[in-house]
């Protein structure tokens, strides 16, 4: 009887039909966004399947979008799937003018990806399930409530009976759902703004050094003749980690344990870090997966406290090696407990870069800089946990992997301009670049102009210290046709950099950085 009258029962007017469908909708995602408020906000359905789709992006696809895009390629994501998650709910509502069952199924369809969406996340647990079931259960709900509200209308206007909803009562059923979605909503934010780290780090402010680094002198660069800016600002610093999603850690929710071979075990709180006369150091980090000519090499001013200091006041212990440092997201690293300890490194745990708290992605609250070593032996960011330990007794994450356990950055020279294959005029050409010997300084950078052309001196940026890089340029007469150009840096060791070709794996890839380009 039910269900032939809804085979044949009303339709439900076109217009009215896609709106229960995309309130319905809002009303999924407004609950599963309050819940993940509790939550996370990783664990919002909407979110989380918005992130599943970048990790499942081609690479090719993310440079397109990185390019087109810029930083807006995330909310252009964002905004693209929420058009198409409109129209899908309208079109759900449309094909459920007789029955609600084609909309219950898309609806629950939706939920369903949500939960997966969400259950595929390293970060999160499975209490975060509760928000994409909270989505299910209110698009659901709310489908199902309007829905028959409205066909009891339709029914009514057919059999001309006057026993049912007056189309007031449905409209205002309809408004009110959407409030009710609308508030959830910012409930939601609200509630998540409280528990991401972006809102912590905010709250922070400037840190001010006690002891500032020196000043950059006008000359550390020749950003004017092609080079990079001799800081890198926060938003270009490279980056490079493991984490599919950046680790959300508050101040109040971080400390940092230093235990192992120590005499005096350790826990350090936010604060306990951030009231110790902090120090500003100025330094090169290098990724060890830096091709030749690459560009995972950047300096910033890191503000933090010297991690020796840390050490020194555990008492170390004899026969102690390594420092094996733990993320919070469980990455590992280990590095040599002398290289900490050695106050001509400059060994820190920082909080700081370029004047501001450490971004997101960059470590906040805290992380290691070792000057002189790759960022996978001594950089660990969101650092939770040190242990004094020695090399036998614990294997650090990218050791099983195929890298070195000791990694010094290598010295290397890279050429910023002219850049590869561009043509630019024949005559007086200038090439300009950077050279990096971090722990051990640039002493000099020599370029040639083809194949066996004679080495020349080029100009070298004034030096801020061995632990960062510097920047170089010379010039040639060069005539017109096709040329290739050669750069090599020698450090303050005497050390030539070589010519033999190695790839990153395992300590550091090395060679001379040769471009080629077109005088015409
Ligand atoms: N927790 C964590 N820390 C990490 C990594 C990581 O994958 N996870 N990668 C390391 C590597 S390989 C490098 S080169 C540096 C890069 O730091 P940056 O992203 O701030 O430039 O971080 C190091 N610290
Ligand atoms: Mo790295």
Request: proline fraction near 6%.
């Amino acid at each position: 009887m039910k269900t032939s009258r809804a085979a044949q029962g009303p339709r439900l007017p076109l217009f009215g039909a896609a709106l229960i469908g995309v309130v319905a909708l809002a009303a999924a995602l407004a609950a599963g966004h309050l819940v993940a408020g509790f939550i996370s906000a990783n664990a919002s359905p909407y979110l989380a399947v918005g992130n599943g789709a970048i990790d499942l992006t081609p690479v090719e696809l993310k440079d397109f979008a990185v390019r087109t895009f810029g930083v807006y390629d995330k909310l252009v994501l964002l905004g693209g799937m929420a058009v198409v998650m409109v129209l899908a709910a309208a079109v759900a509502g449309i094909a459920s003018r007789r029955s609600p069952v084609p909309g219950i199924v898309l609806i629950a369809a939706f939920g369903l990806l949500g939960g997966f969406a969400v259950s595929q996340r390293p970060d999160l647990s499975t209490v975060a399930l509760l928000a994409p079931l909270a989505s299910l259960i209110a698009g659901v709900g709310v489908f199902f409530w309007l829905h028959r509200l409205a066909t009891a209308r339709s029914q009514a206007v057919e059999e001309t009976s006057g026993a049912a909803p007056s189309r007031r009562s449905v409209l205002l059923a309809g408004a009110g759902a959407v409030v009710a979605a609308g508030a959830a909503g910012a409930v939601g934010q609200l509630l998540a703004g409280t528990r991401d780290a972006e809102s912590s780090r905010e709250a922070i402010g400037r840190l001010v050094p006690v002891t500032p680094a020196p000043p950059i002198p006008a000359d550390a660069d020749f950003a004017k003749l092609g080079t990079p800016t001799f800081l890198t600002s926060n938003r270009d610093f490279y980056r490079v980690d493991t984490a599919l999603s950046v680790p959300q850690v508050r101040v109040e929710d971080w400390s940092l344990r230093l235990h192992g071979m120590v005499r005096n075990e350790k826990r350090f709180s936010y604060d306990d870090i951030r009231n110790r006369p902090l120090i500003e150091r100025t330094i090169t980090m290098t990724c060890v997966s830096n091709e030749v000519g690459g560009t995972y090499v950047s300096t910033a001013n890191f503000i933090g406290v010297d991690l020796g200091d840390l050490l020194r006041e555990a008492e170390v212990l004899p026969g102690a090696e390594q420092i094996f440092s733990t993320s919070v997201d469980g990455w590992t690293a280990g590095s040599p407990v002398v290289a900490a300890l050695d106050p001509g490194r400059g060994a820190m745990l920082a909080i700081g870069m370029n004047g501001e708290p450490l971004p997101v992605e960059h470590g906040f609250p805290a992380r290691m800089v070792i000057p002189g070593l790759y960022g996978y032996v001594s950089a660990t960011k969101w650092v939770k946990d040190l242990e004094i330990t020695t090399w036998k007794a614990r294997r650090a994450y990218w050791l099983d992997r195929g890298w070195g356990e000791q990694a010094p950055i290598k010295t290397q020279s890279r050429i910023d301009s002219p850049k590869g294959f561009e043509t630019v005029p024949a005559g007086k050409v200038r090439i300009s670049g950077v050279a990096w010997a971090q722990h051990t300084g640039v002493e000099r950078v020599e370029v040639r102009l083809g194949a066996r052309g004679n080495w020349q001196p080029a100009t070298l940026s004034r030096e801020v210290g061995i632990n960062t890089w510097r920047m170089w340029w010379t010039e040639f007469d060069v005539p017109a046709g096709s040329h290739q150009v050669t750069v090599r840096a020698v450090d303050k060791s005497g050390y030539t950099q070589t010519d033999a070709r190695a790839g990153t794996v395992p300590d550091g890839a090395t060679g001379w950085h040769v471009i080629s380009f077109t005088a015409r």
